[in-house]
């Protein structure tokens, strides 16, 4: 039995409307294997080949394709006028050719265009997010865009000719192939890369407004808390508001943290010991966060910050 990952890329024209997804162009590259555990888990992924593994068609929208789409694919009316429509090319999202191979995923690297258009030609099947699988994955990569991720992995196995054209739908398709498959065998599951999908990742470097800095962007820790409160006030995308929200809270975090050491400190000095450069185990041999190492009675009592904390160390 092979397990396959269906990898889609679409390319769009017209506006999509109810019915009608204004798909141009749909392709598709498997990632599939024939391995698996004892747990009946699957692993050793490989990118499928044409034309056993792979499928591309143009479609047939309801409407022209507007001058400012065709200008990024490349595909005009001419090019789909005598295409099926979607109707009849949705049933290969799911078609598997042969009891023998059974999908157990989809893919695609940013969902937020393939899922919506693909709509219910999915059926049950969950998704792969390859776009925010590499943030969780590879969040000091230059670039997650889909082609970026292709020079920047350097993925065994890819040819050249056969990722061109860009923005077009079997070969972005086969692109995307590579990349999941090098998340996948890099110890991922298929478990886990569908939670990494639905699940906000840490940005490494923020690229918004005065931090671009020149497309580089600037990493997070020392972009402006003002700044950040901003970000957090607005609508951008859910990685951005995670990050944000992280090295806000992160950053009250130490300054509470440094404010509890200064007291802690204070406390050491009150009492004739010499201070500590952090919590931890006391130069002297007693616990920074441990009271009662130092205290005579040997009671109990709560740690800074905790309710009934009078932090006084007694005599």
């Not at 000091?140 to 065994?156: G, I, K, Q, T």
Request: with cysteine.
């Amino acid at each position: 039995m092979k397990s396959i990952i269906r990898v889609i890329d679409l390319e769009t024209g017209p506006a999509p409307i109810e019915g009608e997804p204004g798909i141009v162009e749909y392709g598709h590259t498997d990632v599939l294997t024939e391995q698996h555990d004892m747990l009946g888990s699957p692993f050793g992924w490989l990118v499928g080949e044409f034309p056993t593994d792979q499928l591309r068609t143009f479609v047939k929208p309801y409407a022209s394709i507007p001058p400012e789409t065709a200008a990024i694919h490349n595909i005009i009316d001419e090019d789909v006028s005598n295409s099926p429509s979607w109707a009849e090319v949705a049933p290969y999202v799911t078609f598997a050719a042969s009891p023998m191979k059974r999908i157990v995923a989809l893919a695609a690297h940013n969902i937020e265009c393939e899922k919506p258009l693909i709509g219910s030609a999915a059926g049950e099947l969950p998704w792969i997010d390859t776009y925010q699988v590499a943030l969780h994955l590879w969040p000091d990569a230059p670039s997650h865009s889909n082609n970026a991720l292709r020079y920047y992995l350097r993925p065994e196995g890819l040819l050249r000719d056969r990722a061109h054209p860009i923005h077009r739908a079997l070969p972005d398709s086969y692109i995307t192939a590579f990349t999941l498959r090098e998340a996948l065998n890099a110890g991922n599951s298929v478990e886990r890369l569908i939670e990494l999908t639905n699940k906000p990742a840490l940005l490494a470097r923020c690229k918004i407004g005065q931090w671009r800095n020149g497309g580089r962007g600037t990493p997070w820790e020392e972009v402006d808390s003002g700044f950040l409160r901003w970000i957090t006030g607005k609508d951008f995308d859910w990685n951005t508001m995670f990050t944000a929200r992280y090295h806000l809270e992160k950053r009250e975090m130490d300054q509470r943290e440094e404010s509890e050491l200064a007291e802690l400190n204070r406390q050491y000095r009150a009492n004739g010991m010499s201070e500590t450069a952090g919590f931890g185990v006391h130069q002297e041999g007693k616990p920074a966060r441990d009271f009662e190492a130092s205290r005579s009675d040997q009671r109990e009592h709560p740690r800074p910050g905790q309710p009934g904390s009078t932090l006084e160390l007694p005599l």
